[in-house]
């Protein structure tokens, strides 16, 4: 397929790089580190051999979020935007940015967001997962009190927040010990964002700014998958709420107010339950490059077996339309 369009394609600055240099071994390092920080390149001929037209870019992991100062949270995020908001008007065909958000100060966050899109044309925010706010041994997470005005502004700029995954803290790492390949992209990742995801839900953010669209990688990070489980028990209605706050379902919730996005998930089975659990209408094609290769996103999403309604839809046009990106 033609004219793709992929949203969750990373990039980094010097100040951010070394954040994903543990997810490589050595060897593959140095041809990673280079991709990150390429943007005009290398990049570009790889969509161009992919089928993909546009791109947008977002920063690597975890990197403002690991921050727990938080005025330099605010500098390195404002810096990380126009850095890329640069690179961005020099491909503006091809390339949109999502806004690095300093979340350790939520008006903060909000006021960076509002300037990334008002003035830089930025398509929403993507942001590392919980952030680290006074101390390396703090997570604090978006559904707390304090986040309600960063959402209004959010739900008012009508722009998608791309919720993307970091690993948890050492402290919550025990049932990690001895396997550390259970961390990253093979476990973990998914099991902290999928954390996250159900406690914006539970905590009645979604009632209160029903117009609010979060964006979660890799196929749903196993929310997808569980979501009926997850409604059966901890809805209103369900057979022990146990604190819930929403005033709807789990499911009713995550149909309307998410999207997935096949990113590092080139899985058809995993692809096809989305498609039944949401709708086709809310699942998006993108790739996770570098972490993963541009090419074997493509090959295996041009052939999967489903429809080729479906791969127009999930391939280009539900991207489109969702941050109006034109034909």
Known sequence: MKNKIALEEHFATPQTIGDS????????????????????????DRMDACGIEYSILSLNAPAVQAIPEAAKAVDVARHANDALAEQVSAHPNRFGAFAALPMQDPDAAAAELNRA??????????VNGFSQIGSLDNATYYDLPQYRPFWAEVERLGVPFYLHPRNPLNSQQLGYQGHP??????????????????RLIGSGLFDAYPNLTVILGHLGELVATH?????????????????VVTEQSFTDCFRRNFYVTTSGNFRTIAMRNAMEEI??????FSTDYPFETMEEAATWFDHAEIGENDRERIGRNNAAELFGIPS
Not at 21 to 42: G, H, I, K, M
Not at 279 to 284: A, I, K, P, Q
């Open 21 to 44: 240099e543990e997810y490589f071994t050595a060897d593959v390092w140095p041809e990673r580190r280079r991709q990150l920080l390429d943007l005009n390149s290398e990049r570009v």
């Open 117 to 126: 899109v008002t003035e830089l044309g930025f398509k929403g925010a993507l």
């Open 181 to 198: 390949w259970l961390l990253g992209p093979a476990w973990a990742f998914s099991m902290e964002t999928g954390l996250h995801a159900l």
């Open 227 to 243: 979501l009926w489980r997850t409604s059966h028990w901890a809805s209103p209605d369900g057979k022990n709420p146990m604190g």
């Open 279 to 284: 709708g086709s209408n809310r699942v998006l």
